[in-house]
T-cell receptor, first 111, second 115 residues
C-alpha cells in the first residue's frame, strides 16, 4: 500500500526566514504533486514534478523531486505572511486514478 | 478555464433527509472525483468516474450514491447520513481517466453538516 509521509506536520516560521518541507513516498512513481489549501478553502495545484531531478519554482516556493530517493522537497525562501496555508504532497497509487495525499504541513508565517 | 464548480457551498441536513451535491466542469475532462475531507486531514478519495463510468469506489457506505449524468456533471446523492459524515466534500476533475496520472483540479467544496 502506498504511503506518503510529510514532515514537519506543523511549521511556524518568522517572516524572512527559509525552510524546507519534506515528502517521502513508499512506491516508485515518476511524478509528484504539491497542493496548497487555505483555511476553509479548496486545494490549489502548485507544482507537478514529472521526472527525476525536476525542479520548479514559483515566487518564493521551489519544489524538487528525487525519484531514486522517493523524496520531494518544497523550499520556502524569505517567507511572507501570505504563504500561511496547509501544503500537501500527493502521489498516484498503483492503480492510475487514485491520488494519495500526505498528511499535510500547516505553515504559519509570523510577522 | 480551469474551473470546477460545486453547489451548494454549505448544506445542513438531518439524518433522515435526502440531498444532493453537484459538481460541474467545462474543461473537457473525462475523469471526475469525489473526496471527503475532515478538519486538519488530507482529502480521502471516495469515488472516481472515468469516461462516465464508475471506476473506483473506496468502500464508501451506501448512504453515499454517486452519479455521472454526462461528462461535465457529477452528483453525490446523500441519504440517511450520520453526524460523522459532516465534512468538506470536494469534487475534482482531470483530463484523461484511463490510468494516466494527471493533475486533478479541485472545486471549492461543499461544507456539509449533519445534525
Amino acid at each position: 500500500e502506498l504511503k506518503v509521509e510529510q514532515n514537519p506536520l506543523f511549521l511556524s516560521m518568522q517572516e524572512g526566514k527559509n525552510y524546507t518541507i519534506y515528502c517521502n513516498y513508499s512506491t516508485t512513481s515518476d511524478r509528484l504533486y504539491w497542493y496548497r489549501q487555505d483555511p476553509g478553502k479548496s486545494l490549489e495545484s502548485l507544482f507537478v514534478l514529472l521526472s527525476n531531478g525536476a525542479v520548479k519554482q514559483e515566487g518564493r516556493l521551489m519544489a524538487s523531486l528525487d525519484t531514486k530517493a522517493r523524496l520531494s522537497t518544497l523550499h520556502i525562501t524569505a517567507a511572507v505572511h501570505d504563504l500561511s496555508a496547509t501544503y500537501f504532497c500527493a502521489v498516484y497509487g498503483e492503480y492510475g486514478n487514485k491520488l494519495v495525499f500526505g498528511a499535510g504541513t500547516i505553515l504559519r508565517v509570523k510577522s | 478555464d480551469t474551473e470546477v464548480t460545486q453547489t451548494p457551498k454549505h448544506l445542513v441536513m438531518g439524518m433522515t433527509n435526502k440531498k444532493s451535491l453537484k459538481c460541474e466542469q467545462h474543461m473537457g475532462h473525462r475523469a471526475m472525483y469525489w473526496y471527503k475531507q475532515k478538519a486538519k486531514k488530507p482529502p480521502e478519495l471516495m469515488f472516481v468516474y472515468s469516461y462516465e463510468k464508475l471506476s473506483i469506489n473506496e468502500s464508501v457506505p451506501s448512504r453515499f450514491s454517486p452519479e455521472c449524468p454526462n461528462s461535465s456533471l457529477l452528483n453525490l446523492h446523500l441519504h440517511a447520513l450520520q453526524p460523522e459524515d459532516s465534512a468538506l466534500y470536494l469534487c475534482a476533475s482531470s483530463q484523461g481517466g484511463r490510468g494516466p496520472q494527471e493533475t486533478q483540479y479541485f472545486g471549492p467544496g461543499t461544507r456539509l453538516l449533519v445534525l
